[in-house]
């Protein structure tokens, strides 16, 4: 079964960190653009990062640029997401998606409908 399975999330205070993690299951996230997607209630879900394969090269929002940082190790077919300097703002689920096989670029900020894979989500709550 084609799947990936996200975690790391949790209840943190504003300022803190957390790093999220992404891993496939049942095929190889190494030829693929993977995204982070998050989605706070009563919002639409919203591209925050995304890693190409390859070269690695990185995008993001500009609401998480300079606090978030995404990175891969193909290896062991996972895709992380540092958070730093956490805000009540960034509270939501986040979910991690893979473009469809050879899709290997990220083309700016990730949108939903060019990702085939998806996680299920897993939720970050950024509340002193």
């Known amino acids: 079964q084609v799947q990936l399975v996200e975690s790391g999330g949790g209840l943190v205070q504003p300022g803190g960190s957390l790093r999220l993690s992404c891993v496939a299951a049942?095929?190889?996230?190494?030829?693929?653009?993977v995204g982070w997607f998050r989605q706070a209630p009563g919002k639409e879900r919203e591209g925050v990062s995304c890693?190409?394969?390859?070269?690695?090269?990185?995008t993001y929002a500009d609401s998480v640029k300079d606090r978030f940082t995404i990175s891969r190790d193909n290896a062991k077919g996972t895709v992380y997401l540092q958070m730093n300097t956490l805000k009540p703002e960034d509270t939501a689920k986040y979910y991690c998606?893979?473009?469809?096989?050879?899709?290997?670029?990220?083309?700016?900020?990730?949108?939903?409908?060019?990702?085939?894979?998806w996680g299920q989500g897993t939720q970050v709550t950024v509340s002193s």
């Open positions: 890693i190409s394969s390859g070269d690695g090269r990185t």
């Open positions: 998606a893979a473009r469809p096989a050879w899709s290997s670029d990220c083309r700016g900020i990730p949108r939903q409908y060019e990702y085939s894979v």
């Open positions: 049942g095929f190889t996230l190494g030829n693929r653009a």
